[in-house]
């Protein structure tokens, strides 16, 4: 899709803190019939303990039929951890990476946690790179090549920007096919990003994360690094009380809205489990038929 020019929408379903993943995976399906290309499913999202995301992946492709996004976090594997799940993931048939760097332990649930960090998304993404090109990190010719496409990050509101674009260079030098941004509330920000961006050449998912209320958007603001959600904003989602879910729904659209002739896609966060918010959006492209979205929209 993304070298074809069509517009993509991913929509993320993480896996389940527990043993469970049958709700996930209808989730995901409900999803899918509401006109989403792509499912991505994220690794141990804010240093929280849950299932296996390889796992997670792997079943949506077989339960589904649908193609997955892996986020591959370099936190908590070493060196020889992270080349031993990027080899399973090919064996498995997963064959979309998002490399992230990784949160820290200490925002999670286990703060005493060891994180590994053997290396960083630059360099996981150097070792993935020359997988597909059919070579192990030690050097040595591989029995047969990866066949990966590569996403990274990106924070449009970074504190340090001069230093977030920098790294994106740096990024695309080590391997990087496409770019998944963190959710962004203000078009100014997001202009700027896009327009710094674009000699990189790079396709873009611009990250829509709708708000589910005030106190989900202070947060945000005030917890999340690379998370700046302008006072406008934060004053429509405390203006609107009981409707504040629509009201995210509403401005995460608006951002879309803004930029989709220009981006290669839109990469959809439903906030707390609230999946009916990413089929209100999936609604607002235009996706879907209206019976599967009528029959999918419960969270």
Request: proline share 7%; glycine share 10%.
């Given at each position: 899709?993304?070298?074809?020019?069509?517009?993509?929408?991913?929509?993320?379903?993480?896996?389940?803190?527990?043993?469970?993943?049958?709700?996930?995976?209808?989730?995901?399906?409900?999803?899918?019939?509401?006109?989403?290309?792509?499912?991505?499913?994220?690794?141990?999202?804010?240093?929280?303990?849950?299932?296996?995301?390889?796992?997670?992946?792997?079943?949506?492709?077989?339960?589904?039929?649908?193609?997955?996004?892996?986020?591959?976090?370099?936190?908590?594997?070493?060196?020889?951890?992270?080349?031993?799940?990027?080899?399973?993931?090919?064996?498995?048939?997963?064959?979309?990476?998002?490399?992230?760097?990784?949160?820290?332990?200490?925002?999670?649930?286990?703060?005493?946690?060891?994180?590994?960090?053997?290396?960083?998304?630059?360099?996981?993404?150097?070792i993935a790179s020359g997988m597909n090109a059919g070579v192990d990190p030690a050097g040595r010719?591989?029995?047969?090549?990866?066949?990966?496409?590569?996403?990274?990050?990106?924070?449009?509101?970074?504190?340090?920007?001069?230093?977030?674009?920098?790294?994106?260079?740096?990024?695309?030098?080590?391997?990087?096919?496409?770019?998944?941004?963190?959710p962004v509330y203000d078009p100014e920000t997001l202009e700027r990003f896009l327009a710094d961006?674009?000699?990189?050449?790079?396709?873009?998912?611009?990250?829509?994360?709708?708000?589910?209320?005030?106190?989900?958007?202070?947060?945000?603001?005030?917890?999340?690094?690379?998370?700046?959600?302008?006072?406008?904003?934060?004053?429509?989602?405390?203006?609107?009380?009981?409707?504040?879910?629509?009201?995210?729904?509403?401005?995460?659209?608006?951002?879309?809205?803004?930029?989709?002739?220009?981006?290669?896609?839109?990469?959809?966060?439903?906030?707390?489990?609230?999946?009916?918010?990413?089929?209100?959006?999936?609604?607002?492209?235009?996706?879907?038929?209206?019976?599967?979205?009528?029959?999918?929209?419960?969270?």
């Amino acid at each position: 899709r993304l070298a074809s020019g069509r517009f993509s929408v991913s929509v993320e379903v993480n896996p389940p803190p527990g043993l469970n993943p049958q709700k996930k995976i209808e989730v995901a399906r409900k999803l899918i019939d509401a006109g989403a290309d792509v499912i991505n499913t994220s690794d141990g999202p804010r240093a929280s303990c849950r299932m296996s995301n390889l796992t997670m992946a792997e079943l949506f492709q077989r339960e589904v039929g649908c193609e997955t996004i892996l986020h591959v976090c370099c936190r908590d594997r070493s060196l020889l951890g992270l080349v031993s799940h990027l080899l399973a993931a090919q064996v498995s048939g997963i064959r979309n990476l998002v490399i992230i760097t990784g949160d820290p332990p200490k925002m999670g649930q286990f703060p005493d946690s060891t994180a590994v960090y053997d290396v960083d998304s630059v360099g996981l993404l150097e070792i993935a790179s020359g997988m597909n090109a059919g070579v192990d990190p030690a050097g040595r010719e591989m029995e047969a090549p990866t066949s990966f496409l590569l996403a990274t990050g990106a924070e449009p509101a970074a504190r340090d920007y001069e230093g977030e674009l920098r790294r994106l260079e740096a990024k695309k030098a080590a391997g990087a096919d496409f770019v998944m941004t963190q959710p962004v509330y203000d078009p100014e920000t997001l202009e700027r990003f896009l327009a710094d961006a674009r000699p990189l050449g790079l396709p873009i998912l611009v990250g829509v994360l709708p708000l589910a209320n005030h106190r989900n958007a202070e947060f945000l603001h005030h917890e999340v690094p690379g998370m700046r959600i302008p006072e406008p904003v934060r004053e429509r989602m405390r203006s609107a009380g009981d409707g504040a879910g629509a009201e995210g729904v509403r401005i995460a659209s608006e951002m879309v809205e803004l930029v989709k002739d220009r981006v290669a896609g839109v990469y959809i966060m439903p906030p707390l489990g609230r999946y009916s918010s990413a089929l209100r959006i999936l609604e607002a492209l235009g996706r879907g038929e209206p019976e599967a979205l009528a029959s999918a929209k419960t969270d």
